[in-house]
Every structure is written in C-alpha cells, then in structure tokens.
C-alpha cells in the first residue's frame, strides 16, 4: 500500500464547495422566509386582525344600538310601514354583529391551535437554521481547509514523468537516482 496521495485535480472539490455555499445561502433565504411569514401571520392573529374584528364588534354593535332607538321610536310614533323598515334595519345590523362575533371566536380558535400546532414546527425550523449557521459553515469550513492542504501537498511532489518507471516508487525523500 502506497503512503503517497495521488491527488491530480481539485477542481471537484471546489466545485462541491461552491455549490454548497450557493446552497446554503438559499436554504438560509428559505428559511429565514419561513420563519418571517410565521412571525407574521402569529402578529396578525394575536394584533392585527383581533383588533380590527374587536373595532368592527363595537361598531356594529352602536350600529345595532341606533337601529333598536330608531325601532322604538317609531312604535312609539305608530307608523306601522317606518316600523318594519325599523325591524329589518335592526335584523341587519343584528347579522352583522352576530357574523362578526363568530369570526372574534372563530379567530381566538386559530390563535389557540396556533400555538399548539405550528410552535413545534417553528422550533424545528430554528433548530435547522441552528444547523445551517453552525454545522454546515464548519463543513465549508473543512472543505476550504482540505483545498487548501491538498493543494499545498500536490505542489510539493514533482509532476510524474510520463512513461518513467523508475519515477513512480520515487518520494521527496527517495528522489530517483
């Protein structure tokens, strides 16, 4: 068994080393979007959307308020065509609130499995991301040491002589005589 490494090009390990960066720089991207886009949509259940449904809630409940005083007075004033149009303008808005209630529910439901069901995703994700940032630099990192010490171990051997045989079981420190 020979001690000499018979090394002839590193043109294959730099190409695998390069692409390994392109890589890992796309799945960084990817990941970071993946995260991004959870941190988003967990903003815009607990935050934006709550808000904005609970704004919507006591809008529409004055809206129901002034439809019922509406609906009042005029069973009070007995006019009965002004009265229906009261009863269906207080059914309305009525709808309305109860149609935005189910949705504060429906969305406080979604942010419970929320947590329950993407959190551990969110973690493997950042354990990933833990990967890529650590594991994966230290194996370009192995790769670009490798190159490297190749590259200065095939310098220092003298280029085969072609059909020499006496160059072949030659070694830096056995030069052939």
């Given at each position: 068994?020979?001690?000499?490494?018979?090394?002839?090009s590193?043109?294959?390990?730099e190409?695998?080393?390069s692409?390994?960066?392109v890589?890992l720089?796309?799945?960084t991207?990817?990941?970071?979007?993946?995260s991004?886009?959870?941190?988003?949509?967990?903003?815009?259940?607990?935050n934006?959307q709550?808000m904005?449904?609970?704004?919507?809630v006591r809008?529409r409940?004055?809206?129901?308020?002034?439809?019922?005083?509406?609906?009042?007075?005029?069973?009070?004033s007995?006019?009965?065509q002004?009265?229906?149009?009261?009863q269906m303008?207080?059914r309305?808005?009525?709808?309305?609130?109860?149609?935005t209630?189910?949705?504060?529910t429906?969305?406080k439901?979604w942010?419970?499995r929320f947590?329950?069901?993407?959190?551990?995703?969110?973690?493997?994700?950042?354990?990933?991301r833990t990967m890529?940032?650590?594991?994966?630099?230290q194996?370009v990192?192995?790769?670009?040491?490798?190159i490297?010490t190749?590259?200065?171990y095939?310098?220092?051997?003298?280029p085969?002589?072609?059909g020499?045989?006496?160059a072949?079981g030659?070694?830096?420190e056995?030069?052939?005589?």
């Amino acid at each position: 068994m020979s001690k000499n490494a018979h090394v002839t090009s590193l043109d294959e390990l730099e190409t695998l080393r390069s692409q390994l960066i392109v890589y890992l720089e796309k799945l960084t991207a990817a990941v970071d979007d993946v995260s991004d886009d959870v941190m988003r949509t967990r903003v815009w259940l607990e935050n934006d959307q709550r808000m904005h449904l609970e704004g919507e809630v006591r809008r529409r409940s004055k809206i129901l308020e002034m439809a019922q005083q509406e609906l009042f007075s005029s069973r009070i004033s007995s006019l009965e065509q002004s009265t229906l149009d009261r009863q269906m303008a207080v059914r309305k808005a009525k709808n309305a609130l109860d149609e935005t209630m189910q949705k504060l529910t429906i969305l406080k439901q979604w942010d419970r499995r929320f947590e329950s069901e993407v959190d551990p995703l969110a973690k493997q994700i950042d354990k990933m991301r833990t990967m890529l940032g650590t594991d994966m630099e230290q194996a370009v990192s192995f790769l670009t040491q490798a190159i490297k010490t190749l590259d200065e171990y095939a310098r220092l051997m003298p280029p085969p002589a072609a059909g020499s045989s006496a160059a072949e079981g030659s070694t830096p420190e056995n030069p052939p005589s």
